[in-house]
DNA sequence: GATAGCGGTATCCAAAAGGATAGTGACCAT
DNA sequence: ATGGTCACTATCCTTTTGGATACCGCTATC
């Protein structure tokens, strides 16, 4: 009872927040960006081809959406001819730990519903 | 270097759990339901009351889907007339610390982004 | 001179999410 | 009988999201 969650006030702070959260997080690849780059930083191409499905219109708005939020720098070199790379700032070490979390978590809920739905195909033979 | 997130084939598996998490905790309202029911058991209008700018056909369509993966159980009374009330279950109990960290990173998150829109304005008033 | 890689854009389109508004049938209180 | 609550559903529509495909200018290589 005294753990934060339960008190009335708390939650409707809470929404709040967990809004906030979902809306910087959203979608389908930014997280994914974010694990791809923890490796050290990539070029365009490089993360194109490492988040399979993402195609480059969707990649190039995903980046610009995250350097905004602060998430990834990109870095122009001043060869002939130019390459880019993007990087994670230090600010997206704080997304770190909500990765490794819902990593975790992802992986218990798969098991969850494998087992949901073998129990269901196993009720359905006994049903006849 | 040993935190596991580094290495390169944990990535590729990190990857598809965080895609697992973000497909079954995806929209902007499945967390939020689950927020105004740590509480206890609510009714079906006291969630829509609760959660602003929810619609009720928004909501059905969540609960079911909640339902379907194992977070919620519906619950109607016998009494007449029915009274349905809507509670976690259990298993919902995993999404918890997943909440508590996502509201932390979100609080985080808005202020980091109100400091840096600050420093723009700042650096714009320098400009002139 | 053809082809390939780079870092993207442009255009078009389909699907999904979500909002606005209204309504339904069962009940209940006045 | 009128109006209200409850638990939803129905219809319509807009916005958001993202997939397919093609293309761009530039360089490097064969």
Redesign the interface.
């Known amino acids: 009872m005294k753990d934060g969650?339960?008190r009335?006030e708390d939650?409707l702070a809470?929404?709040?927040?967990?809004?906030?959260?979902?809306y910087?997080i959203?979608g389908?690849w930014k997280?994914?960006v974010v694990?791809?780059l923890?490796?050290g930083p990539r070029r365009f191409n490089e993360i194109e081809r490492s988040?399979e499905g993402i195609t480059p219109k969707v990649l190039s708005k995903e980046l610009k959406d995250m350097e905004l939020?602060?998430f990834v720098k990109r870095i122009e070199s001043h060869t002939n001819p130019v390459q880019v790379t993007y990087e994670l700032t230090p600010?997206s070490d704080?997304?770190?730990?909500?990765?490794?979390?819902?990593?975790?978590?992802?992986?218990?809920?798969?098991t969850?519903?494998l087992e949901?739905s073998r129990r269901e195909n196993t009720a359905k033979l006994m049903d006849k």
């Open positions: 969650i339960h009335q939650c809470r929404i709040g927040s967990v809004k906030d959260a979902l910087a959203n389908k997280l994914l694990i791809t923890i490796d988040i939020n602060g600010y704080s997304l770190r730990e909500v990765i490794v979390l819902l990593s975790a978590w992802g992986t218990k809920h798969r969850h519903i949901m």
